[in-house]
């Protein structure tokens, strides 16, 4: 179906997404356009769909962004229009729209010829739904004729026709493009709109706190200038009835930052989570895992709230030794000034014992999960006055531990601005009882001294909130920095689609691969070499700690050999890029290693594919199900494929998780199929069904089983 004229002229052919997507990224200040790369040479495969979808998630990595497939409602389509921006919308005919930002009703889009222009958001909603409207245009036209429906009602009662008819049909309407979670923090930022937000409230706060200052002056000119009218009085609640604005200015712009600033804050760290090398994390244990992601919390609830307290406290404590400094008398000056250093040494103090207190949290996490997880183990192997033995002790130095933060916390919350308050007035004793040049410079310092203690007592709340959060940051560093960790991207010139193997040319060549484990000088993979082709059926034996896992490992790109070259239709890792290799071979991993996600049945069955699915992609997994013997399970569920599982949804066995886990893989269209020890669990008739389906499916198989 093609779009109207108007738009056909302006949209941009397949064999130009890629330099659409380069344009919009440029336009946006993401990207170079010179780096783009073009996408449909690489078009040919069994499943177009998913062939594009991936080709142009390869592009956007090459330009340092991301795309994300979006699908829509018929009846949500102009409120997804109305907030797409930046995206790329693929309308009828194979040709795409870059849509850069909407201006009430109309929609500012890069055109082929790399000029912007103004579409109404009407036209481009008919476009994307064109194909669905035509389908039931006859019937809808007839009806309303036989309804003698006439004029503007006509139309209107068309469109309403089709809401009502087509409510309940999913549109794919394009991808989002944003930069990707390895760009700069400042390309990040810059997308979540946080520096305006920030800017707003630093003005806000400024002014609100000059504003205040000069509402008490005014009062204070007319008290000491002997004639205090009602024009001062005006002028003065004036002043202080401006405040509300900024304020609430103020108060809006920290709450946008705080919820744009966790955006971006969790989309890193689960980038970077994602992005760890297994053995990384494989020694800290689930308990100090999942003391570190709510560390994630303390971090985004805290450091949003402890800055905005930090940059009102410090703001304030400038202007208030600003008002010290036009004082005759320097002391009060000197002395808040050395009070302020004293603060620096509370917050070191404290910032220790937040340290000792986290470490000492966590561990106690750790304790209490390890706890419930081998809750039977110790049952049958501990006497039971000696079950919580350790959680006592845990606990007990969790509390001492937590007494001496609140005491370290009370210096930033108490000691900080009280004893500020009482140095400072201690150095204005003298000139009060000498008495001296009068009363005004005296008012003075003593306003700028009170201004100083609202700015410590804001300063000692934020940087109580500050210190927190930069200790849950020390725990979640390992997953900030992981997300800034360089993909391997390959050369955009080699197809992400699948190898042209043969006799000649093997999937997969492996040639005198070394591997040894950190920490240990034998190597547990010395000169192991191998070709796999179209069509084999490998079985890979050994015993326990033989290297057997390692190698597939090594073969599905999940490690990198110390030495030795490994190909995949010829081409290394760096020439195919992390993604391809993946596309290419898929590993199901021992069962402790492989997982069950909070989810649907249709979701963890398709993780390898994008998400939301098309209906082909529920029947493709609904059937293989099926042939994996998954049927009886299928029907037991309510919900069917829909069903929720994992830890608190249905229930499945081992058996049953080893056939998702084996479907999985299949469902992924790999050309190799790697199983490591997976189908241990299965009865022997199960298991002859099982490997008769991997057989018919799997292009080549690999079976590792231990001996």
């Not at 707003?200 to 002014?207: C, D, E």
């Not at 009835?241 to 689960?270: D, E, M």
């Not at 940059?311 to 000034?337: H, K, M, N, Y």
């Not at 049927?631 to 998702?660: A, C, D, K, N, Y």
Request: charged fraction near 20%; include cysteine; aromatic fraction near 6%.
């Amino acid at each position: 179906m093609i779009p109207s004229p108007e738009l056909e002229k302006l949209a941009w052919p397949i064999d130009r997404l890629g330099e659409a997507v380069a344009a919009l990224g440029h336009a946006r200040g993401w990207a170079d356009p010179a780096h783009g790369v073009q996408v449909a040479p690489h078009l040919g495969s069994d499943d177009p769909e998913a062939a594009l979808a991936f080709e142009l998630s390869r592009t956007a990595a090459h330009l340092g962004l991301e795309t994300e497939a979006v699908e829509t409602g018929y009846a949500g389509i102009r409120a997804f229009l109305a907030r797409c921006a930046p995206a790329v919308l693929r309308l009828p005919g194979n040709l795409f729209l870059p849509v850069l930002a909407r201006r009430g009703k109309t929609l500012h889009v890069l055109c082929a010829d790399l000029q912007r222009r103004r579409l109404p958001l009407e036209t481009v909603r008919e476009a994307l739904c064109r194909a669905l409207d035509d389908e039931l245009a006859a019937d809808i036209d007839a009806l309303i004729s036989t309804a003698r429906v006439q004029g503007i009602r006509r139309a209107r009662a068309r469109a309403a026709l089709l809401e009502e008819l087509l409510a309940d049909h999913r549109i794919r309407v394009g991808w989002l493009v944003r930069p990707a979670c390895t760009a700069s923090l400042g390309r990040q930022a810059s997308d979540y709109r946080v520096r305006g937000l920030l800017s707003t409230l630093f003005a806000a706060h400024t002014l609100a706190f000059l504003l205040w200052l000069g509402a008490w002056w005014l009062l204070g000119q007319g008290v000491f200038s002997g004639h205090l009218d009602i024009g001062w009085l005006q002028a003065w609640a004036l002043l202080l009835l401006t405040l509300l604005p900024l304020r609430l200015l103020a108060s809006g712009a920290a709450g946008w930052f705080a919820v744009r600033a966790g955006a971006l804050l969790k989309r890193r760290l689960l980038a970077g989570a994602l992005r760890l090398d297994p053995e990384e994390i494989r020694h800290l244990g689930v308990g100090r895992l999942l003391g570190r992601t709510l560390e994630t919390e303390a971090l985004e609830q805290t450091a949003v709230a402890g800055g905005s307290l930090g940059l009102t406290g410090l703001v304030e404590l400038v202007l208030a030794f600003g008002i010290l400094g036009l004082a005759q008398d320097s002391r009060p000056l000197l002395v808040l000034a050395a009070w302020s250093l004293a603060g620096v040494g509370f917050a070191a103090y404290y910032l220790r014992h937040q340290r000792n207190w986290t470490e000492t949290r966590l561990a106690l996490t750790d304790i209490l999960v390890e706890g419930m997880v081998g809750h039977r183990t110790r049952a049958v192997q501990e006497s039971r006055e000696r079950w919580n033995s350790r959680e006592d002790h845990a606990l007990t130095r969790y509390y001492q531990v937590s007494q001496a933060r609140d005491r370290a916390a009370l210096n930033l919350r108490a000691l900080l601005p009280r004893g500020g308050l009482l140095v400072g007035i201690a150095s204005l004793v003298s000139a009060f009882i000498a008495g001296g040049d009068g009363a005004v410079p005296l008012a003075l310092s003593l306003g700028g001294v009170l201004a100083a203690y609202l700015a410590f007592r804001h300063l000692g709340e934020g940087l109580e909130q500050i210190l927190g959060a930069w200790v849950a940051f020390e725990q979640i560093r390992p997953f900030w920095r992981a997300a800034a960790r360089p993909e391997i991207l390959g050369h955009p010139g080699v197809s992400g689609n699948k190898t042209t193997s043969g006799p000649e040319r093997p999937i997969i060549e492996a040639h005198n691969l070394i591997y040894r484990h950190a920490g240990q000088s034998d190597p547990v993979l010395c000169g192991a070499s191998l070709h796999i082709g179209a069509d084999d059926r490998v079985l890979l034996e050994g015993s326990s700690g033989s290297g057997k896992s390692t190698l597939a490992s090594l073969l599905s790109g999940q490690r990198l050999p110390e030495a030795g070259l490994c190909l995949i239709g010829g081409l290394d890792r760096a020439s195919l890029g992390e993604r391809t290799w993946r596309r290419h071979i898929a590993l199901v991993p021992q069962f402790h290693e492989n997982h069950i996600l909070m989810g649907s049945l249709a979701f963890n069955l398709l993780l390898g594919r994008g998400w939301p699915p098309a209906q082909k992609d529920i029947d493709e997994a609904d059937a293989l199900c099926r042939a994996l013997g998954l049927g009886p399970l299928l029907e037991r569920m309510p919900g069917g494929i829909f069903q929720m599982v994992g830890e608190t949804g249905w229930q499945l066995s081992h058996g049953e998780r080893e056939r998702i886990y084996i479907a999985r893989a299949l469902l992924q269209g790999a050309e190799v199929v790697i199983l490591d020890e997976s189908v241990s669990s299965l009865d022997p008739q199960t298991l002859r069904n099982t490997m008769a389906s991997l057989w018919e499916r799997a292009p080549a198989l690999v079976l590792i089983i231990h001996v």
